[in-house]
């Protein structure tokens, strides 16, 4: 598919790498050992605002590599921006002194092992601390370092359904539904930049040392999740499952229009709810005892709906829109992938990007977040091949000779050079066969 082709397809802004381009967090150096959606969305964001994030990758190359779309590494491409690969075989006995010579000069070392494996390959936080006081130690499991269930498999499906979040995601009678995307990691990863942000501005600022980040999958969700855990112990009652309906205020819903499309409508306040019934030719809603007030509307929630659901059935998408927007009442359009590529705001607010790929031209992939005025986050390279800076990276830690020498005994894996290799060479840079 080409460039064009791509473009025409879906209209986003064209961006471009730029290497030159130092951001905010130029000087900080993160070593990430970790795999999979977490870590990668940890270092994402600091690799967007200028840090150098090598990713140690073992010859199989980061798991996150297999999540692919026909073929295409999409989620490697998207959260391994920005950032450079080294390839190691953890099998083999220099690789762990490699690491250890890594973390000398780093400043964030970011691992996500089961609890207790980083100490039996002899990198535990006070080998590492010994070789660098100031070194900060993310490490992301599923249920932290200490406690009971350490020792459980760490999946974000398996924190998303302890947590809460699936026994009161869904309907009523209905089962639990777990979310289709990766929540657990993406909180968690959110919450570790941050953490790995306090950590450095104690040791830089501070003149702290360095210290453990302990980040499980399990407490980002359940801080996110509110005040559960107090509504629970004041009511002793456990909230339903309510499907998009809220246990706040009503009407709020996704309702049906007539062309087949949907929208979402909100009224969090008194003001906003007889607003909505006006528009809608309903006034006699707000007046009415038994929709009064948000309890007697929460109580009757089903009427409630169909009457909100009645009058956006009989209107297309478009003229729900402009009707509810001209009257200043909170509705959207409930979107998928293929609305947001040719959204007008999403084009001009650049919330989505596309990026030269030498797979298929343009990939498009969401911008840097949050925005900052003075020292914005930039695209400052592709996310690499496995090994693509072996070199790079590690010659000026081990030595040349040394380097080549490890390359040799398969300590080190080093992506040829496509413009000089053979396609022996080129298959085994890509399949690590």
């Not at 059935?313 to 927007?325: A, Q």
């Amino acid at each position: 598919m080409t460039q064009a082709a791509i473009k025409n397809r879906n209209g986003l802004p064209t961006k471009q790498f730029d290497a030159s381009v130092r951001g905010p967090l130029h000087g900080v150096r993160v070593v990430d050992l970790s795999r999979l959606v977490a870590g990668n969305m940890l270092t994402l964001q600091l690799a967007d605002f200028g840090a150098d994030v090598i990713k140690v990758e073992p010859r199989t190359g980061d798991t996150l590599r297999a999540f692919q779309a026909d073929g295409i590494e999409t989620f490697w491409k998207v959260y391994a921006r920005n950032k450079r690969s080294v390839c190691l075989d953890f099998r083999h006995p220099e690789a762990m002194g490699i690491i250890k010579q890594m973390a000398a000069s780093a400043d964030v070392i970011v691992e996500s092992f089961r609890p207790g494996v980083l100490e039996e390959i002899g990198l535990g936080p006070d080998v590492l601390h010994a070789i660098n006081k100031k070194l900060v130690v993310v490490r992301i499991s599923g249920w932290g370092q200490t406690g009971p269930y350490r020792r459980k498999p760490g999946f974000g499906t398996l924190v998303e359904g302890y947590s809460g979040f699936a026994a009161m995601n869904g309907f009523s009678d209905r089962e639990p539904v777990l979310p289709p995307f990766f929540l657990g990691d993406m909180a968690a990863g959110l919450y570790g930049a941050n953490a790995t942000m306090i950590a450095l501005w104690n040791s830089r600022v501070n003149g702290g040392n360095g210290q453990v980040v302990d980040l499980s999958l399990f407490e980002p969700i359940v801080s996110l999740l509110g005040p559960q855990a107090a509504s629970y112990a004041i009511t002793g009652k456990v909230k339903p499952r309510t499907g998009s309906r809220s246990s706040t205020t009503a009407p709020r819903n996704t309702y049906r229009t007539q062309d087949g499309q949907w929208v979402c409508v909100s009224t969090s306040t008194a003001s906003m709810s007889a607003r909505l019934f006006k528009t809608i030719g309903r006034e006699d809603v707000t007046t009415n005892p038994r929709y009064a007030t948000v309890a007697d509307r929460l109580k009757h929630v089903e009427e409630v709906d169909a009457i909100v659901g009645d009058f956006v059935g009989r209107h297309s998408l478009e003229d729900n829109l402009r009707i509810f927007e001209a009257a200043d009442v909170t509705v959207g359009p409930v979107f998928d992938a293929s609305h947001l590529m040719t959204d007008q705001y999403v084009i001009e607010r650049e919330s989505l990007v596309q990026l030269p790929d030498e797979d298929i031209g343009l990939m498009p992939m969401h911008n840097v977040v949050p925005r900052l005025s003075g020292t914005p986050g930039t695209f400052r390279r592709r996310a690499p091949h496995k090994g693509e800076h072996s070199a790079e990276c590690l010659i000026s830690v081990v030595g040349e000779t040394r380097f080549e020498q490890l390359v040799e005994s398969g300590a080190i894996f080093q992506r040829p050079d496509p413009a000089s290799a053979d396609a022996d060479d080129l298959a085994l840079a890509t399949t690590g066969r």
